[in-house]
């Protein structure tokens, strides 16, 4: 029988953060009109503009983009589109994230299991956090130096 730590020894976690600047990003969508709607999905954009201060919640889910991005470890130049990774409002305001197109494809080629985000966002700053459970992580990682797992690789 698996025990759960057994089943997590396989597992990695993948992290990304992001931070974004709500007046670059807003000016930015404003000197470009149809911009906003190449970044984010309709439901992104009703989230944002029903509430009193759509620039920063656009500017979070911009930060949300960026940050799964980073955690997969690609960029948008492996072809992802911003609209691939989706943040979606749960019960309670919870986000969660939605994959589809080619980042769905890299998270499957990865092996996610599953991903969570967390937002926060100011009159100034947006910042997000992205965490990835996969089954390999596709580079090495170094494990912490209080770790039972590092002080058994030294010994
Ligand atoms: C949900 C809550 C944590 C949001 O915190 P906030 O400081 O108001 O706002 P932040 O900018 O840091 O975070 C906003 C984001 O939190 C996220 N969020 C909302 N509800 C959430 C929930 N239930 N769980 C996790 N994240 C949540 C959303 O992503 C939201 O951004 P979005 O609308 O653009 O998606 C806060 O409103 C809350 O309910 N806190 C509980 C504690 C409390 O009531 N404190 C006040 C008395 S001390």
Redesign the pocket.
């Known amino acids: 029988m698996r025990t759960e730590a057994a089943q997590c020894s396989t597992l990695s976690v993948l992290v990304g953060a992001d931070l974004v600047s709500v007046d670059r990003l807003a000016s930015k969508l404003a000197a470009h009109p149809g911009l906003a709607r190449e970044i984010f999905t309709p439901r992104e954009l009703k989230?944002a503009y029903g509430?009193r201060r759509p620039d920063e919640?656009l500017a979070?889910r911009f930060a949300a983009k960026e940050a799964v991005l980073k955690a997969l470890g690609t960029g948008l130049a492996g072809g992802v589109n911003m609209r691939d990774v989706e943040?979606v409002?749960g019960a309670?305001?919870?986000?969660r994230l939605r994959l589809v197109g080619t980042a769905r494809a890299i998270a499957d080629r990865t092996g996610v299991r599953s991903m969570e985000i967390?937002?926060?966002?100011t009159a100034g700053l947006a910042i997000a956090f992205a965490a990835v459970l996969c089954e390999a992580a596709p580079w090495p990682s170094s494990p912490a130096p209080d770790m039972p797992g590092a002080r058994k690789a030294a010994s």
Do not use: Y
């Open positions: 989230h509430r919640h979070a943040v409002n309670g305001g919870r986000p967390s937002l926060s966002h």
